[in-house]
């Protein structure tokens, strides 16, 4: 069992930097694969990038590479979400998920097994 509970979402211009936490309890964040999604309104949720259980390698959809970094902190046992540049597209509601039965971040949610609350990010123009 995981429980996964999201932070940091807030108002930031465009161009700015946000960083989110997921908190993470039942299991250690480095024994499941954990990614992150975004949901904005009216549109599918998507993948913004991914952590390997294990070694850590990490996963990023084609609308965030070079501007979003995943990373966690085992001692902390969080993830974390660093958004820089961002842009308006990237508003939406920010969720960190764990999936417990595979080894690599997979891109549809539906793979995931563990959900957060989901937290705001808004960019304004």
């Known amino acids: 069992q995981v429980h996964l509970v999201e932070s940091g979402g807030g108002l930031v211009q465009a161009g700015g930097s946000l960083r989110l936490s997921c908190a993470a309890s039942?299991?250690?964040?480095?024994?499941?694969?954990m990614g992150w999604f975004r949901q904005a309104p009216g549109k599918e949720r998507e993948f913004a990038a991914g952590?390997?259980?294990?070694?850590?390698?990490?996963y990023y959809g084609d609308s965030v590479k070079g501007r979003f970094t995943i990373s966690r902190d085992n001692a902390k046992n969080t993830l974390y979400l660093q958004m820089n540049s961002l842009k308006p597209e990237d508003t939406a509601v920010y969720y960190c998920?764990?999936?417990?039965?595979?080894?690599?971040?997979?891109?549809?949610?539906?793979?995931?097994?563990?959900w957060g609350q989901g937290t705001q990010v808004t960019v304004s123009s």
């Open positions: 039942g299991r250690t964040v480095s024994s499941v694969v």
């Open positions: 998920a764990a999936d417990s039965r595979r080894l690599l971040p997979r891109r549809t949610p539906g793979e995931y097994d563990y």
């Open positions: 952590i390997a259980w294990g070694d850590g390698s990490t």
